[in-house]
């Protein structure tokens, strides 16, 4: 705020100070939401965290489940069990409120089959093929997880900038100028009365002349 657009009233000093007030206030709740933020992601990310480790064990493993059932099976016949899959995982996406932030969530349905739901006959398919398809479906479980973790961090991390932002904005350019300007009213105000009372002495001094 320029100084010199300011007019030094008292109407002005006082609209200043309740400018002030309400900046203040509005400061003080930015930072507590700053800070729910910051913990709300830290703990988010602990289990992020695990969720990866998860999802790094179930990659190794459902790489390692497939590699064997081709080994036994051959890769074109394991690549035809895959074929013969019925019905897709569906996914659903919903949001949810974390301190004014939506975040996503995640759920699906048809990623866990039975033996019978998965398409290919018992017959002429051995348990390494069960057991990659037990690996895969466990490893789009992890995945899910992971991507709603994930999503949710990366929102909560930009909303937490913004609000930084903000906060600096109020804590180091808008108050502090409304401070200095409310000073400069209120010197203004003083030098003025000053004056008047200055005027007033020289008035009665030549009244009494």
Known sequence: MAQQDV?????????LKKKIKLSESGHKLLKMKRDGLILEFFKILNEARNVRTELDAA?????????????????????????TAKESPEIQLSGHNIMGVVVPRISSTGVRKSLYE???????????????????????EKIITA???????????????????????????????????????????????RENTFRLKRIKARIRE
């Open 7 to 15: 007019k030094p009233t008292r109407s002005e000093l006082i609209n």
């Open 59 to 83: 990659y190794a493993r459902s790489t390692e489940k497939i590699n064997l059932a081709s080994a036994v099976n051959g890769m074109i016949a394991v690549r035809s069990t895959a074929f």
């Open 118 to 140: 998965r398409g290919y006959g018992i017959i002429g398919t051995n348990s390494y093929i069960d057991e990659t398809a037990d690996a895969y479906e466990d490893l789009v």
């Open 147 to 193: 991507a709603e973790l994930e999503t949710t961090m990366k929102r909560l991390l930009d909303e937490i900038e913004r609000t930084k932002r903000r906060v600096n904005a109020l804590e180091f350019k808008v108050i502090p100028e409304l401070i200095e300007t409310m000073k400069y009213i209120r010197f203004a105000l003083e030098e003025m009365e």
